[in-house]
């Protein structure tokens, strides 16, 4: 596989109904963690410490303009403080998926000075599930 750029990207959210909806045009930017926890297990016989891995986990964060049309970010996101609903966040790029079921832990709008409409939303690993590109 080639080096490749993130043009093109594709985001897609559950609305809380249940319903994915393509909101990549809204979003500006986002960032993916895919970590797993480790516990060290260095014996007092060792020069160099051993590791074991743990849980994965998986978080996601992402970033836009304030759109309000019908099945965009705003009408995705605005009843995230009213409703305890996981959602499946699908993250697409250059034939990769990543698609986790998440909360979406918060719903922030920010109004700069010079007028911008922005939100930001952290998603969180919700099922327990692995991870896993396809």
Known sequence: MAKE???GATV??????GTLRDISNDVTDFSIDTP????VTTGV?????ERLQLFADGT???NGIFNDAAN???????????????????IAISGQTLSMEMVIGNYS????ASGELTW???CALADGTTPTWS
Do not use: I, N, W, Y
Not at 12 to 17: F, L, M
Not at 36 to 39: G, M, S, V
Not at 45 to 49: E, L
């Open 72 to 90: 965009k970010s705003h009408a995705v996101l605005k009843d995230v403080s009213s409703t305890s609903v996981v959602r499946t966040v699908t």
């Open 5 to 7: 750029s993130g043009l």
């Open 12 to 17: 897609s959210v559950d609305d809380s109904a």
């Open 45 to 49: 016989d060792k020069s160099a410490t």
């Open 120 to 122: 930001s939303a952290p």
């Open 36 to 39: 797993r926890a480790e516990q």
């Open 60 to 62: 996601f964060t992402m």
């Open 109 to 112: 709008l920010s109004r700069s």
